[in-house]
């Protein structure tokens, strides 16, 4: 750790004494060392100078440190407005919103940003087709209740469609909310738009098509898909090609399995159309402030909750008579003498400009600074439940689908520090095995129930580890299931190598393993006076809830034992013998040892009841 140096070590006084004997060193010939004597006034002027001068040396201003951080990447962040989805209520023609229409809930206020046009289509049906023919299942989903678009099993080939009371007008952008079923025992890890630059392999590809007047089915062009093959809940954007003939009547979109390597089947809770997204801002009118010509001019705006981000501001220069765009910067001795440029300063409310060293001085005069764009927002606070949104310029009614979200509040100075110490303690490279078990269980898109790393293993090494390699590593990776023993597909596989290629060191080989699932019977000689169907029952569901096995956990009878005494009316254990149809070596006791890269799994479990 670097060491804190303290500059400012030394007072007055201290200061004075010591020059005082360094007197006797460098001038002997100096004998009147009295506070009247002159040189003694000059030493303590200079004392008085150093005391200051190392004063100011050992401060650190806040504009330092943040430079300080910007040199660990650590960025300064003005914060981020809250999002909500909506859908627009029951119209009756098409109906236009203009970018930057503000909706209202309560004292929040929200805005549309980008214009919409509003097509008064409905979704009229859904219907799936897993099983050879249609089946509508839209009451089904109106009354609660979920379906699985591809069927339970997720068969390639299988279909569903979305069927609307209006045809679509070709090379019009459209969107489609999917609400899917995400109420799992593990959570899907997120997946953010930077880790899709660096590739994701899909779980799932869906070919989507429409219908045509000829009754033909055509490929529809998908802009955006946030669902990701349907593995989240999102928005598809999409469009009718220009030169598409959409079916005028029972006009329908067609989306059909082509591949499958989900984790879990997709699951949809609820779709919809006519979506309209918004941003937790109320835009002001263009502001207008005078130039002192002084440097450093400040300016304070006449709001609190401000969107830094979004001012957008123009100095006017009479010289060539026109508006000039400035540029915010991080800090202004970055600037040169010339840069047309101002800083934020949100602890104050205010925006700052040069000194004509480090940024121009705006020219002297009356309204020649305005801010054409800015925008208010509760950043943070606006983080909340939205039901219904109204408008008091369009007639249009809004229903949020999503809590508004996503809002994050101005970075103070200590969160910053706070950061750099996460950043500094955060692995960048994998080393240890709690490094490549976090890394790999985090992967953006998969569902994982538990990571184990062996370290200088590799597949199909005997007597491990006894025996080891060099620079090799395995990691054994459980993917969530709904079934019993869960094992990676090939979509899971290329996301996880993705994953760790990031922080794999060059010299190591990284290998992705399932583990060796071992299929353990267990037999139980027990006794009780108590029903014996019924404590049967009791004695396998009580086994099968509490037992627990790890990677390279033996399967011991202690643990049955101790299960089998913690239940209700059995009276007295007789035997439990273990047995595995895989090669398994067992301990003199009778317990089975399990190698590190296997995983015991109880199969079949068989009571027998013993008679007085």
Not at 522 to 549: C, F, G, P, W
Request: hydrophobic content about 35%; some cysteine; glycine content about 6%.
């Amino acid at each position: 750790m670097i060491k804190n140096l303290n500059l400012d070590d030394q007072n007055f006084d201290l200061i004075v004494e010591n020059a005082r004997k360094a007197i006797r060193k460098y001038a002997p010939y100096w004998t009147d060392e009295n506070a009247h004597d002159p040189g003694i006034t000059m030493i303590e002027l200079f004392a008085w100078l150093k005391e200051m001068l190392q004063y100011y040396m050992d401060q650190t201003t806040e504009p330092l440190e943040y430079q300080f951080l910007k040199l660990f990447g650590i960025q300064r962040d003005f914060g981020s407005p809250a999002e909500v989805i909506a859908k627009v209520m029951h119209i009756s023609d098409v109906e236009t919103l203009p970018h930057k229409t503000q909706f209202s809930k309560g004292r929040f206020t929200f805005e549309t940003q980008k214009a919409y046009v509003l097509d008064p289509a409905n979704i009229c049906d859904i219907l799936l087709d897993y099983e050879g023919h249609p089946k509508s299942i839209y009451n089904v989903i109106d009354n609660g209740l979920t379906v699985y678009p591809f069927g339970p099993d997720s068969v390639v080939g299988s279909s569903f469609y979305i069927q609307f009371d209006a045809p679509h007008v070709p090379d019009q952008i459209y969107e489609l909310y999917f609400q899917v079923y995400e109420a799992y025992e593990v959570k899907r890890n997120p997946i953010r738009r930077v880790q899709l630059e660096r590739g994701f392999s899909p779980l799932g590809t869906i070919h989507c098509t429409y219908k045509t007047e000829a009754g033909e089915w055509e490929p529809i062009e998908i802009i955006a898909d946030e669902t990701f093959g349907l593995i989240q809940s999102g928005l598809v954007t999409y469009k009718i090609p220009s030169s598409g003939t959409p079916s005028s009547e029972g006009f329908q979109i067609r989306a059909e399995l082509v591949s499958a390597d989900y984790d879990v089947p997709p699951r949809v809770i609820d779709v919809f159309n006519r979506i309209v997204k918004l941003k937790q801002t109320e835009t002001e009118p263009t502001l207008y402030f005078d130039a002192t010509g002084f440097p450093n001019q400040v300016i304070e705006l006449p709001f609190e909750e401000i969107y830094y981000p979004s001012i957008d501001l123009e100095v006017y220069d009479a010289e060539l008579d026109e508006w000039q765009k400035w540029r915010a910067v991080d800090a202004l001795y970055e600037a040169g003498k010339e840069d047309m440029c101002y800083t934020y300063e949100p602890e104050i409310h205010s925006l700052r400009f040069g000194d004509q060293k480090n940024g121009r001085i705006p020219t002297k005069g009356l309204n020649v600074i305005r801010v054409n764009h800015l925008e208010k927002s509760l950043l943070d606070l606006g983080n909340i439940a939205v039901d219904e949104l109204t408008s008091e310029t369009s007639s249009v009614v809004l229903k949020s689908l999503t809590y508004a979200v996503g809002g994050r509040g101005i970075k103070t100075l200590e969160q910053m520090k706070s950061e750099l110490y996460d950043q500094m303690n955060h692995t960048q490279v994998a080393v240890t095995e709690a490094d490549y078990e976090r890394i790999l269980k985090n992967t953006p898109g998969l569902m994982i129930e538990k990571t184990k790393c062996l370290p200088l293993y590799r597949p199909g090494l005997q007597d491990y580890p006894n025996k080891l390699v060099d620079n090799e590593v395995s990691v054994l990776v459980v993917p969530y299931g709904l079934g019993a023993q869960n094992r990676l597909n090939k979509a899971y596989i290329q996301n996880l190598k993705n994953e760790i290629e990031k922080y794999r060191m060059i010299t190591t080989e990284v290998h992705i393993l399932n583990p060796v699932y071992y299929d353990i019977d267990v037999y139980l000689e027990l006794k009780s006076t108590l029903d014996h169907e019924l404590m049967a029952k009791r004695v396998i569901k009580t086994i099968r809830t509490y037992y627990q096995n790890d990677f390279g956990q033996d399967i011991s009878k202690s643990q049955f034992y101790k299960l089998l005494t913690d239940i209700q009316g059995v009276e007295k254990i007789n035997s439990i013998r273990l047995s595995c149809l895989q090669p398994l070596s067992k301990s003199k006791l009778g317990d089975l040892e399990i190698p590190p890269y296997g995983i015991g799994y109880l199969n079949h479990i068989e009571v027998v009841w013993l008679e007085d």
